[in-house]
């Protein structure tokens, strides 16, 4: 399989897990099974689920002026993922994420910290990394500002754009009419449509994951066509819906149909919750398509 040129624009952060039989109530004091930290964000996640599985990645993104930011470089380089730009940002931190896993989910507290500062100019500065790309991808942990300029610099040049609401915000016009694709789990998609009360106007754009369940979209017709989940052994669900757009990507941007590219995400991201940590979880190739061909021969 030739490579797709893929950039994805977004955050990167560092993740402080925190292991636990149960999650603490308001006012709770628990004691925690385990600590790690290690590099996250759902833009790094997503360039790393797509390096995995074979892709040529480019990453337009900030990191500050501290050892995470260090280390998240470090990381980039050791995976092969070229980061457009490793300058730090002045007196300002790494992006982190509180994670706390237990009972098999997981909780999420973000401070974007240099993510703030992949804006617009920032991304003009790097914009020829967008323009020589098979796909873009993006979320919206970064301003959305420079989320509805980078989908004017797609439509401009007619170049794919797969736009994860994630965390869900009020979006553009422009992005909901300049993206290819926007892909909310259920709960993104219930605030989006708080946001947009038009959002259904664009349900051909619209792939919703679902959990267990699968993944739905809408065809040509507008109705509901819903592609099934695989069976995994669950250990930490951290980094799953990633996997899942990481995949998508990969496959539409090698001409794969989006059922067929669909069917290949689920399978991919039901590897990814087998193994502990998002970017430690995230699979390789040949891993998704064992789980696609014992799916095949079971049926």
């Known amino acids: 399989m030739s490579e797709s040129k893929i950039t994805v624009v977004g955050s990167l952060n560092m993740d402080l897990v925190v292991v636990t ?9 628990i004691i925690g099974k385990d600590f790690t930290t290690t590099s996250g964000g759902k833009g790094a996640n997503q360039a790393v689920a797509l390096r995995q599985l074979g892709n040529d990645v480019t990453f337009i ?9 260090t280390e998240i470089v470090e990381n980039f380089k050791s995976r092969g993922i070229k980061l457009a730009d490793e300058t730090p940002v002045e007196n300002v931190s790494t992006g982190i994420a509180c994670v706390t896993v237990g009972h098999k989910d997981n909780s999420i507290i973000i401070v ?4 703030e500062y992949v804006t617009p100019e920032f991304l003009e500065i790097h914009k020829n990394e967008v323009l020589n790309s098979d796909y873009v991808l993006t979320q919206l942990e970064i301003p959305i500002e420079t989320v509805d300029y980078l989908a004017t610099l797609c439509r401009e040049n007619e170049i794919p754009l797969i736009v994860n609401p994630a965390p869900a915000a009020a979006l553009t016009d422009n992005i909901l009419e300049s993206c290819t694709y926007i892909t909310p789990n259920r709960l993104e998609l219930q605030q989006l449509e708080s946001y947009h009360p038009n959002i259904m106007d664009f349900k051909h754009k619209i792939i919703v994951t679902d959990g267990k369940e699968g ?4 065809n040509e017709n507008n109705e509901e066509v819903r592609v099934k989940s695989f069976k995994a052994e669950v250990v930490d669900t951290t980094g799953a819906g990633d996997c899942f757009n990481g995949a998508l990507v990969s496959e539409l941007s090698s001409g794969k149909s989006l059922k067929e590219s669909l069917e290949f995400s689920n399978a991919a991201g039901a590897s990814s919750v087998t193994k502990f940590g998002a970017q430690s979880g995230m699979p390789r190739r040949e891993e998704v398509l064992k789980i696609l061909e014992e799916a095949e021969y079971k049926n």
């Open 21 to 29: 039989d149960q999650h603490p109530e308001i006012g709770e004091t």
């Open 61 to 69: 993104g900030r990191v500050g002026e501290d050892l995470y930011g």
């Open 112 to 115: 974007p910290g240099a993510n």
């Open 215 to 218: 993944c739905y979209y809408y």
